[in-house]
T-cell receptor, first 112, second 113 residues
């Protein structure tokens, strides 16, 4: 079945430092979405990527879809305390099964 | 514009009992998906309902069943509860095809003792 790994599992950074999480799939993807879940909250949609090599930016957040459409990354520049939470990628495989499968998540904590 | 609403927010049940969770989708959405999220884990897909039918299903036993009503609201039923069913159950709504972004509710925290 679809396997989606995210690294690192945990990341602790000083406020103002950059942060990157990586999402890796065992199969080629048709679609990848990123969600953020604050502690005690529910996942909130951030962005969707569909094209090979696609790069999208949202203020301090940069999202990239790999050329082979098997991996993706989320980079946050100059982290702030409001960035605390768990970041999940969620993927749809190219092979007919249209389930949105969530990754293992990266939990970001900020040291003020 | 109401978002996704779920009820109840918390629930405590005993092993072997049955439970029903409820979800109202965001206004204008017609598709409802259910996810199970264990503590410290990512959401696991249970199933998705569209046009009152189960369209996709994850790797969950038949003890997990659902329903979608003509007003697009949905129920998740779990029979013969096990301790391992303790989790946060998230409902998410979307418009049409699965590739559309999901809007999640706040979830129902189920504890099985």
């Amino acid at each position: 079945g679809q396997q989606v790994m995210q690294i690192p599992q945990y990341q602790h950074v000083q406020e103002g430092e950059d942060f990157t999480t990586y999402c890796n799939s065992s199969t080629t993807l048709s679609n990848i979405q990123w969600y953020k879940q604050r502690p005690g909250g529910h996942p909130v949609f951030l962005i969707q990527l569909v094209k090979s090599g696609e790069v999208k930016k949202q203020k301090r957040l940069t999202f990239q879809f790999g050329e082979a459409k098997k991996n993706s990354s989320l980079h946050i520049t100059a982290t702030q305390t409001t960035d605390v939470g768990t970041y999940f990628c969620a993927v749809i495989s190219n092979f007919g099964n249209e389930k949105l499968t969530f990754g293992t998540g990266t939990r970001l904590t900020i040291i003020p | 514009d109401a978002g996704v609403t779920q009820s109840p927010t918390h629930l405590i049940k005993t092993r072997g009992q049955q439970v029903t969770l409820r979800c109202s989708p965001k206004s204008g959405h017609d598709t409802v998906s259910w996810y199970q999220q264990a503590l410290g884990q990512g959401p696991q897909f249970i199933f998705q309902y569209y046009e009152e039918e189960e369209r996709q299903r994850g790797n969950f036993p038949d003890r997990f069943s659902g329903h979608q009503f003509p007003n697009y609201s949905s129920e998740l039923n779990v029979n013969a509860l096990l301790l391992g069913d303790s989790a946060l159950y998230l409902c998410a709504s979307s418009l049409g095809v699965l590739t559309q972004p999901l809007h999640f509710g706040n979830g129902t925290r189920l504890t099985v003792t």
